[in-house]
Structures are given as structure tokens and as C-alpha cells.
């Protein structure tokens, strides 16, 4: 048969959860603090690869569009 705890028992074992349970609140928020600020970190470094791969995409965009087909007619012309 289970074993009856006193009051006091009862009491102390409740304030040994309580402090576990303060223990391991404080782990997650510093874990979660340590998360956030890496997360911010690389989201700066991401914003950068994608203000750079739309700098390439937009100078690959003029050189297609406006600078090969003039230089196409420059050599055609050029040719005659």
C-alpha cells in the first residue's frame, strides 16, 4: 500500500518542484535569448546575400536587355 506523506512532506516536496521547475524557466529563457539573437544575426546576413543577388540579377538584366544588343549591332555594323 502507498505510503502516506505528512504535511510537511507534502510541503517540502512541492517546494523542490518549485524550484526545479524556476530552474529550468530560467534555462529556457536564456536558451531562448541566446536563439533570438542568432536568428537576428542571420537574418542580417541573409538580407545581404539578397541585396547582392538582386544587384547581379538587375546588372545581368541590363546587360541582356541593353548592352549585348547594342554591342551585337555595333559589330554587325562594324562587319560591312
Given at each position: 500500500m502507498a505510503k502516506e506523506h505528512t504535511n510537511?512532506?507534502?510541503s517540502i516536496l512541492i517546494e523542490n518542484l518549485e524550484g526545479k521547475l524556476v530552474e529550468k524557466h530560467e534555462d529556457l529563457k536564456e536558451t531562448l535569448?541566446?536563439?533570438?539573437?542568432?536568428?537576428?544575426k542571420t537574418n542580417g546576413r541573409v538580407?545581404?546575400?539578397e541585396?547582392?543577388?538582386w544587384m547581379?540579377?538587375?546588372?545581368?538584366a541590363i546587360l541582356t536587355g541593353i548592352v549585348l544588343p547594342i554591342a551585337f549591332?555595333?559589330?554587325k555594323n562594324l562587319k560591312l
Open positions: 510537511n512532506e507534502l535569448t541566446r536563439i533570438e539573437a542568432q536568428t537576428v538580407n545581404e546575400l541585396k547582392w543577388k547581379g540579377t538587375g546588372v545581368i549591332i555595333l559589330v
